[in-house]
T-cell receptor, first 113, second 112 residues
Framework: SQTIHQWPATLVQPVGSPLSLECTVEGTSNPNLYWYRQAAGRGLQLLFYSVGIGQISSEVPQNLSASRPQDRQFILSSKKLLLSDSGFYLC????????????FGSGTQLSVL | DAKTTQPPSMDCAEGRAANLPCNHSTISGNEYVYWYRQIHPQGPQYIIHGLKNNETNEMASLIITEDRKSSTLILPHATLRDTAVYYCIAYVAASNTGKLIFGQGTTLQVKP
């Protein structure tokens, strides 16, 4: 069966510090991978998605970047965090075969202080 | 992808059916309707999806109007654990270029 791992669960970082959130998927190959962000009391915002290694699409201009160094690994990064980067970050995957049922990780609650 | 419109909040009595509406008047012929729900602080959970025909699974039923401009998610016997934010999404299952964009959803409050 397929599983998705996302870590850390919570993170408190000072403004201006770097960020690296990692997500890995097991039990499938060539998945579509996604990063979403949810600000407090708000809906889910799609940040990045990837349909293959090295292929990253950005949905909104921002202070963040994403990379996919391996087929089942998706990394969200920032060189210098802003206060507005605080939020709940969710990684997700889908089969990428036209059936885009999404499976989400457990999320990372990021607080930038 | 078609934009969807949902009421921001709804209440339902425990044990009764919860009917959550979604408008997608600009939906195209190859766009599916997906429903997810989220109980924070968890990520969204897939519920059901459909194209034209009504669908039913162990979690819910999906009723899509004949013109496909709206749909209703039905939780037949709502429990307190069904309290969550419910998202309706219209999506084109294109050739491996998929992305699902979530709206604000409907916050369903199931009351005892």
């Amino acid at each position: 069966s397929q599983t998705i791992h996302q870590w850390p669960a919570t993170l408190v970082q000072p403004v201006g510090s770097p960020l690296s959130l990692e997500c890995t998927v097991e039990g499938t190959s060539n998945p579509n991978l996604y990063w979403y962000r949810q600000a407090a009391g708000r809906g889910l915002q799609l940040l990045f998605y990837s349909v293959g290694i090295g292929q990253i699409s950005s949905e909104v201009p921002q202070n963040l970047s994403a990379s996919r160094p391996q087929d089942r690994q998706f990394i969200l990064s920032s060189k210098k965090l802003l206060l507005s980067d605080s939020g709940f970050y969710l990684c997700a995957w889908s089969p990428g075969t036209g059936n885009e049922k999404l499976f989400f990780g457990s999320g990372t609650q990021l607080s930038v202080l | 992808d078609a934009k969807t419109t949902q009421p921001p909040s709804m209440d339902c009595a425990e044990g009764r059916a919860a009917n959550l509406p979604c408008n997608h008047s600009t939906i195209s012929g190859n766009e599916y309707v997906y429903w997810y729900r989220q109980i924070h602080p968890q990520g969204p959970q897939y519920i059901i999806h459909g194209l034209k025909n009504n669908e039913t699974n162990e979690m819910a039923s999906l009723i899509i109007t004949e013109d496909r401009k709206s749909s209703t998610l039905i939780l037949p016997h709502a429990t307190l654990r069904d309290t969550a934010v419910y998202y309706c999404i219209a999506y084109v299952a294109a050739s491996n270029t998929g992305k699902l964009i979530f709206g604000q959803g409907t916050t369903l409050q199931v009351k005892p």
